[in-house]
């Protein structure tokens, strides 16, 4: 089976250069393992973690960080498509790379970002919040939703809240299992006349505040489900992550795969790549684990197998590699400088990927292969935990790479 690229991963690297090959006519294949970091999204995308101008940040970085590849003039001029990209998919996001906002987390703190879904609390300046007096709507049972805490970070940055909890039946009869009371689960009975009497309940509890909280429990396929209810609540409607599975994480992934098969693309779910055959300085085709000795042949070949958490990247007890094409990684050699004692600090270990040249092009045995290239979590140079940046380089390397593949 013949195509113009194939992409290894599935997670929002794999999806991006994909629907940006695939926007350009050409003939794509996505093999997806599994889960990816979308199904843990906050609602943000990072690009630089810092209070103010995330590109005076960037500038500063040094030369093996996958943005010095980019540019900082590269990266503004992608960052501005990057709204357009999702609005394409009706995923509508909020915010500027010229300056981070905040969003605010679980645990009632402000954090910086990008680019922040629609539904999510999504404010300007940290010194100055938008409400004083918000009501926290909290489903009754729900474990993955810390209304407390929330509370209690607000108190600190002068907004009064008020909890509220909301019991359904229909929401009662997942208690039964309590495994069950997950919010994928409350989505899916969260819609129709079950979510009209959710508004007519949130109405009749929330009384005179300024905005309503809320766990993200609703909309898991499609964005109207949160219209509906914003609609139909009497104040303004503004929602909060909740512990994992992402439910609007898990629509941008959906949305994302739907937009590429609709564009023409192959996606390969719950399939993994094993292997390549190489001639010279070329993959020539790849075999995954469902589909024995059929090989998968491409002009061009994308990784997007993300790090650690995807197993893009493997550790084993003696070294660091990566397992699929068996490329060469730039890690520390001594386990020891894999990780530092104090947890709190960087860990070396969220730097290690993918050893990759200019253009993101890899490296197998010293050897730069001139059609495979690397994108997002599985690239070395950056900690999108301590950096704040994993979306960025997520979004920007997958651009990249499509106009290069494109070129
Ligand atoms: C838990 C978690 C939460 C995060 N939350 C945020 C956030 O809210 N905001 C933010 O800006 N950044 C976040 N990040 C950073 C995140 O890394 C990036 O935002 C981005 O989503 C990474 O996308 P990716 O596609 O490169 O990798 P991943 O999302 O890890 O996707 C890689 C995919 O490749 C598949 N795969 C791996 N090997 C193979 C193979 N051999 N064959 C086929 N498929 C394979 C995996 O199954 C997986 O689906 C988070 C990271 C993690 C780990």
């Not at 995954?288 to 000795?293: D, F, I, L, V």
């Not at 690397?374 to 950096?387: F, R």
Request: with cysteine; proline share 4%; charged share 20%.
């Amino acid at each position: 089976m013949k195509f113009d690229t194939i992409i290894i991963g599935g997670g929002l690297s794999g999806l991006v250069t994909g629907i940006s090959l695939a926007e350009a006519g050409q003939k794509c294949l996505i093999i997806s393992a599994g889960q990816s970091a979308l199904h843990f999204f906050s609602g943000s995308f990072e690009l630089y973690g810092c209070d103010g101008a995330p590109l005076e940040s960037i500038a500063a970085l040094d030369a093996t960080h996958p943005y010095s590849k980019l540019g900082v003039e590269q990266i503004g001029r992608l960052a501005e498509q990057v709204p357009q990209f999702f609005e394409r998919m009706n995923i509508t996001l909020r915010g500027s790379a010229l300056r981070n906002h905040y969003r605010l987390t679980p645990l009632g703190v402000l954090k910086p970002a990008w680019l922040t879904m629609d539904e999510y609390v999504r404010v300007e300046s940290a010194d100055q919040m938008p409400w004083s007096r918000v009501a926290i709507c909290d489903i009754a049972g729900f474990l993955d939703f810390q209304p407390d805490f929330l509370a209690s970070g607000l108190a600190g940055r002068g907004v009064e809240s008020k909890v509220v909890t909301i019991s359904l039946p229909e929401l009662e009869r997942l208690r039964n299992n309590p495994t069950e009371m997950r919010a994928t689960n409350i989505a899916k009975v969260l819609s129709d006349d079950v979510l009209v009497r959710l508004a007519q309940k949130i109405n009749d509890a929330c009384g005179d505040v300024d905005a309503v909280l809320m766990p993200t429990v609703v909309g898991l396929l499609e964005g109207s489900a949160v219209e509906q209810l914003r609609r139909m609540v009497d104040r303004p409607v503004q929602f909060v992550a909740t512990m994992p599975p992402s439910v609007p994480g898990i629509r941008t992934q959906i949305t994302l795969r739907k937009r590429f098969q609709e564009l023409g693309g192959v996606y390969m779910l719950g399939d993994t790549a094993k292997s390549g055959t190489f001639d010279g300085d070329r993959l020539t085709s790849i075999r995954t684990a469902n589909h024995g000795a059929v090989e998968f042949e491409a002009d061009n070949f994308v990784l997007a197998s993300g790090s650690f958490f995807s197993h893009g990247i493997v550790a084993s007890p003696e070294h660091i590699y990566e397992p699929t094409l068996g490329l060469d990684v730039d890690a520390a050699g001594e386990r020891s400088e894999w990780y530092e004692r104090n947890l709190f600090k960087a860990q070396p270990y969220m730097t290690f990927g993918v050893s990759t040249d200019s253009d993101f092009r890899v490296r197998k045995e010293g050897q730069t292969l001139s059609n495979v290239y690397a994108v997002g979590a599985v690239l070395s140079g950056c900690n999108p935990i301590k950096e704040g940046c994993g979306a960025g380089v997520a979004i920007l390397t997958s651009m990249h790479v499509a106009h290069t593949i494109l070129k």
